[in-house]
């Protein structure tokens, strides 16, 4: 594919000197989430303790690979039936066609540290009050610790009409549900820019992983109509089901002036409530419950997000507050720890936290995750604090990206001197295309 940079220049030799020597200080894996972890330098702590960790997507990897090395003589589980490991971070780049799929497309079993024991099943259910969790297959396994880290689960159902199986047919589109979803969602997106039309994009008012996907979809679709020349054809509208389009308000500010300038129309308070993928027709819904059905030529939907049934459903979810309805896990924001059980923890995700859903998010908490382990095996005090980092490169357009980071209060969190907070830069999109995967799978190895 040719590439065509936008206005910001790629870097001259001694400032792409400068550059590289700031984030190889940094090492690889801080690329990823841009701070430096906690280093394994200490001696594992002798433990015979069973740790399970249900979940062996990033969170759950990247922790067991961590206690492999911080605890001396623990037997360690892992719980899930998928095989595959996705690298998520790449569907963005997929879904554009920036890359091709195998970019994103590694084995669950080359990652998890050896002598881990895998059960390939799904957990059904959560026994916190007796240490048990329960798998699909109805095996009862006890633990001594628990580490949650479920990830989200995709509620299509609340979209009438809506058909996952039918992405990349009838202008449908959405980056989110798989690997396949995102080669089919650059199927309808270049079939589209062919021609033009009125594209639609949408967003939920649930908590989402990576809230910036919807953005970078809206930006790179924008861009793949101008680089065809069918931009003066074309509408591109943008309806989010809140009241603004990202949750952090310096960031949200940038991205609608950005959209003004660019000439994406932004209609707030209207959810996805229905779809007729036959006849390009997406039925959108106020709070009020008023319903407004909306044409279109090509549509990315983006699904509300829950917790997988077996947390909702379980002890272990939030019972009030914000994060109930999602049946979130119910942590501590700062410890990571559950508020109810002790011997409970949540990675990634799963957790129901103010913010957090990306795998910058899982690069930070990770070692903080695996140390409080530890200190609780230990019967010690939990030392550390997470302060809620997220992170991840908003692409802008192809060659051009901006790096967004802010942590739980919502405040911007800039680590690297060289790219300002707020400005598209070439070395964002580099770090995009580039840093972020071999970063991701250092976090995942455990090894920052
Ligand atoms: C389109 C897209 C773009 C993204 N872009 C970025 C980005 O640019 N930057 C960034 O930092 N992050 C990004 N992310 C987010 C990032 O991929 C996630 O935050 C990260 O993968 C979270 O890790 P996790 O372990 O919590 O969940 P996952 O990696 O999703 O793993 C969850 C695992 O739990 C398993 N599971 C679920 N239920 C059960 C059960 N009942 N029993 C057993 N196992 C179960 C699943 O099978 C899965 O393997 C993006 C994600 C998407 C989808």
Redesign the pocket.
């Known amino acids: 594919m040719e590439h065509t940079p936008g206005t910001d220049r790629p870097p001259t030799r001694a400032s792409r000197r400068e550059w590289l020597k700031t984030v190889g200080g940094l090492g690889a894996g801080s690329a990823?989430g841009l701070h430096a972890s906690q280093p394994l330098a200490q001696a594992a702590t002798p433990s015979k303790a069973h740790i399970v960790i249900?979940?062996?997507?990033?969170?759950?990897i990247a922790v067991a690979n961590r206690l492999r090395k911080q605890l001396d003589g623990a037997r360690i589980t892992l719980?899930?039936?998928?095989e595959i490991h996705n690298y998520?971070?790449g569907?963005?780049l997929v879904a554009t066609g920036v890359w091709p799929v195998g970019k994103v497309i590694d084995h669950n079993a080359d990652f998890q540290p050896s002598g881990a024991e895998w059960i390939k099943d799904?957990?059904?259910a959560f026994e916190p009050a007796n240490n048990t969790v329960v798998t699909a297959g109805g095996q009862r396994v006890n633990y001594d610790v628990l580490v949650v880290?479920?990830?989200?689960h995709q509620d299509w159902a609340r979209i009438e009409g809506m058909d996952v199986g039918a992405i990349g047919t009838n202008g449908l589109a959405s980056?989110?549900p798989s690997s396949d979803a995102a080669v089919a969602t650059w199927a309808a997106m270049d079939a589209f820019r062919q021609k033009g039309g009125k594209a639609v994009m949408t967003l939920p008012a649930t908590p989402l992983?990576?809230a910036?996907?919807p953005l970078k979809m809206t930006f790179m679709l924008r861009d793949r109509l101008a680089q065809a020349g069918t931009l003066g054809k074309s509408e591109v509208h943008f309806h989010s089901a809140l009241g603004n389009v990202f949750g952090v308000k310096p960031i949200n500010d940038n991205v609608l002036e950005r959209w003004k300038n660019l000439g994406i129309q932004v209609h707030t308070n209207e959810a996805l409530a229905a779809l007729d993928i036959g006849k390009r027709i997406a039925t959108f819904a106020s709070p009020e419950g008023e319903r407004t059905e909306v044409p279109y030529d090509f549509i990315h939907v983006v699904p509300p997000m829950r917790a997988?049934d077996?947390?909702k459903h379980s002890d272990l979810a939030w019972r009030e507050g914000p994060m109930a309805a999602g049946g979130w896990l119910e942590v501590d924001p700062k410890t990571l720890q559950h508020k109810r059980f002790p011997n409970v923890f949540g990675?990634?995700?799963?957790n129901g936290t103010p913010r957090g859903?990306?795998?910058?998010?899982?690069k930070k908490s990770a070692p903080i995750v695996a140390q409080h382990v530890v200190d609780f095996l230990a019967g010690r005090a939990l030392g550390q604090v997470f302060d809620g980092y997220t992170?991840?490169?908003l692409i802008i357009r192809e060659g051009s990206a901006m790096l967004i980071e802010f942590d739980y209060a919502g405040k911007l969190t800039p680590s690297l001197p060289m790219i300002e907070p707020l400005q598209e830069s070439f070395f964002a999109w580099l770090m995009?295309v580039r840093m972020?995967k071999p970063a991701y799978l250092a976090v995942l190895k455990g090894r920052v």
């Open positions: 990823l249900v979940g062996s997507g990033l969170g759950g719980i899930d039936k998928k998520q971070p569907y963005t799904m957990v059904a880290a479920t990830g989200t980056v989110y992983k990576c910036g996907a997988p077996a947390v990675i990634g995700d799963i859903k990306t795998a910058a998010t899982v992170s991840c490169p995009k972020l």
